[in-house]
């Protein structure tokens, strides 16, 4: 084979390899989002759910009131008639247990109003056994009729998967409580009420160009009062509505009847989360349709605006200055200089004229304001049907900036389309390749696996995103998490429990091409002649780094034999003696990751020798490899 390594084809977009978040199997709420309380605020579906209640209670003793009109976004809260003979518990279940560590530092917190003191609260972490490992006290000292926060931390003796956590009430008097709260201390970057840090680690190791948020289908909800609102998911948390997840039960593999968005990961919080991992913002909105998979609820055309006015006043909530109505809000919570967005995606996997009349009057009114603002336009989910092309045709018609496609698709497919845009028009929108994950049995099947065979189709297609790299500017996996004991969807990029996260397969390639982008992509051809598609197997593509002056290969060997290859490198002075391979392989096409095994696929560094301008490789049977190296 042959590469020209001074041959700069396209610049490659510092956007390329992103990644794509969304709160399903939960990966917000009882994953990334530290909290470990479900229900703190007593406003799902069943106000008690998550919560047991213990004791010699009386009627009346335990009471949910609702303030409604009052507090219309968080209007119920917790009334404990606290006497010396009712010994009052109330015990919370987390999601799915609390993963506790032992010698870290919990934080707790709640809300309360009283008339006067006189109740004390005992706070319990329990494990499995129900033994105490982790245990403070609050007495709530405030009283009259606002409501006041307080705040104790204390450490956990010991370790525990699935711990809970007990309030236990002493003394005499009636205390309200509302956003029961408590924390693990570690959070990424310390933040108090922040994020699992081994969560959000393993996302910023791949150094993502992009992080798009909030979905997927949350982003549509099952019907139009259940979309994602952004300006509820913003400002204090007391005040953030919650709403019933897109992916609450229906589709659930463990049942999920609560699963609800606190929105304590809100909007604020996924642009300092880019801002932290050095990606692009890319916050995706509803159009105006609710998911077309459930009720397919329409807004009326001619009542849009509010719509249409939430992507204007998101642009200036990232993007204005601090005497901007929206820009102030962003500096009040803490942030201001701007984020400086430059995309946003309007509408997911929205079709049909339905989404072409109401993309208009967005794209209009987005462009007139922002014309500098790139979108995002959805264009479907199957690839291979006349929706798809029909929709395609359309937004080309309307000269998009860029066309969000996906693929959730068996491995052979992945394999079949490394081509995919190779004879694409280069004049017209860019692709954003938004969700894509190969499937090794049908989606969202138990045995739908992140094993070898899917992360390697995966590796081979994206040879093809990347020597296309002129028109794809964007890629993502998904979904990104899920948690073992409550996913909606098979298979995702990283799975964790309450104390650990692993990347699959799947994740390493991600990352492999994430950190090794490149600049320009330079050609590297079979013979002299065509692009390395799958002869004997085997897939490539190469890209140089001119900010380091690097050459990167990357080679997939989808065959179940070793073989020999040999690259010459024109174009380049020399080369020095040795290289870095990193390669992923496995024994077997079907192995994984998992919890316990983490590390059954993961790469492995080696240095190699090479001779002359020639660089000589033995690719393991299903294997992807990259080599960096030095170009002098
Ligand atoms: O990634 C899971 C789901 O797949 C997304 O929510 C949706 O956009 C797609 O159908």
């Known amino acids: 084979f042959t590469v020209k390594a001074n041959q700069l084809k396209a610049p490659i977009s510092p956007t390329m390899w992103g990644v794509f978040f969304e709160d399903i199997n939960m990966g917000a709420d009882g994953g990334i989002y530290a909290e470990l309380i479900k229900n703190r605020s007593f406003e799902f579906y069943k106000p008690l759910m998550g919560w047991a209640v213990e004791g010699k209670k009386s009627e009346g003793d335990i009471l949910v009131l609702n303030r409604q009109g009052a507090n219309t976004s968080n209007p119920r809260f917790l009334r404990v008639n606290v006497n010396e003979a009712n010994n009052i518990s109330i015990i919370n279940e987390g999601f799915r247990g609390m993963g506790i560590k032992a010698g870290l530092r919990y934080d707790f917190s709640f809300m309360y109003r009283q008339a006067k ?14 033994e105490v490992i982790g245990k403070g006290e609050s007495i709530p000292s405030g009283s009259g009729s606002n409501w006041d926060k307080q705040s104790v931390s204390f450490n956990a003796t010991a370790t525990a998967q699935k711990a809970k956590f007990k309030i236990r009430f002493e003394g005499n008097g009636v205390v309200d409580l509302d956003m029961i709260s408590l924390f693990p201390s570690d959070t990424w970057k310390g933040r108090p009420g922040g994020m699992r840090s081994d969560m959000v680690q393993l996302l910023a190791d791949m150094k993502p160009g992009f992080i798009r948020f909030p979905g997927g289908c949350i982003v549509e909800g099952h019907d139009l009062a259940t979309r994602y609102q952004w300006k509820k998911t913003i400002g204090p948390l007391e005040n953030r509505e919650l709403i019933v997840n897109r992916w609450n039960t229906e589709f659930a593999h463990r049942p999920t009847p609560d699963y609800y968005q606190t929105f304590g990961l809100g909007f604020f919080e996924y642009f300092q989360l880019a801002d932290d991992i050095g990606a692009e913002p890319l916050p995706i909105l509803n159009c105006g349709m609710a998911c077309q998979f459930n009720t397919a609820e329409l807004v009326p055309i001619d009542q849009l605006q509010p719509y249409v006015q939430d992507a204007l006043d998101l642009i200036e909530f990232a993007n204005g ?8 809000v962003r500096a009040e919570m803490g942030h201001p200089k701007p984020f400086n967005l430059k995309m946003l995606g309007v509408g997911n996997e929205n079709w ?24 995002v336009n959805s264009s479907g989910t199957d690839p291979d049907g006349d929706r798809f092309n029909l929709l395609n045709t359309e937004l080309r018609k309307m000269n998009a900036d860029i066309i969000d496609e996906h693929y959730y698709r068996k491995p052979e497919w992945f394999l079949q389309n490394v081509s995919r845009y190779d004879n694409y028009p280069r004049n017209g929108p860019k692709i ?9 049995d049908k989606i969202v099947s138990v045995n739908n696996k992140n094993n070898l065979q899917t992360a390697i189709s995966e590796a081979a297609f994206m040879t093809g995103l990347e020597r296309n790299a002129d028109v794809v500017i964007m890629a993502s996996y998904a979904p990104l998490f899920a948690h073992v004991d409550a996913w909606q969807w098979t298979p995702d990029m990283i799975w964790v429990d309450n ?38 197997g085997i897939f490539a593509s190469s890209v140089v780094d001119k900010k380091t002056n690097e050459l990167i290969l990357k080679i997939v060997n989808t065959s179940d034999k070793e ?56 690719l393991a049977a299903n294997s992807f490899s990259v080599l960096r190296v030095k170009m002098l």
Do not use: C, M
Not at 117 to 130: A, D, F, I, S, W
Not at 435 to 440: I, L, N
Not at 502 to 516: A, C, E, I
Not at 589 to 602: A, F, H, M, R, T
């Open 563 to 618: 073989a020999e290859s040999s690259f010459n490198v024109e174009g380049v002075n020399k080369l020095p003696s040795k290289a870095n391979l990193t390669v992923l392989t496995s024994n077997n096409l079907g192995d994984v990751n998992s919890i316990s095994k983490p590390s059954e696929v993961v790469p492995n560094e080696t240095q190699i020798a090479i001779k002359g301008k020639t660089v000589k490789l033995k």
């Open 321 to 328: 200055d601090v005497n901007s109505t929206w820009g102030r």
């Open 432 to 440: 954003f390749a938004g969700e894509y994950a190969a499937q090794s």
């Open 117 to 130: 003191p006189g109740v004390k609260l005992y706070l319990e972490l329990l494990n499995e056994k129900n």
């Open 499 to 536: 104390l650990q996260a692993y990347g699959t397969p799947n994740y390493f390639v991600q990352k492999l091409y994430s950190t090794n982008i490149g600049t320009h992509v330079v050609p590297l051809l079979n013979n002299n002649k065509t692009a390395l598609i799958g002869d004997g």
């Open 352 to 375: 049909g004229p339905q989404y072409l009349e109401r993309l208009k009057i967005f794209t209009k009114a987005i462009k007139d304001k922002y014309p500098n603002i790139k979108l």
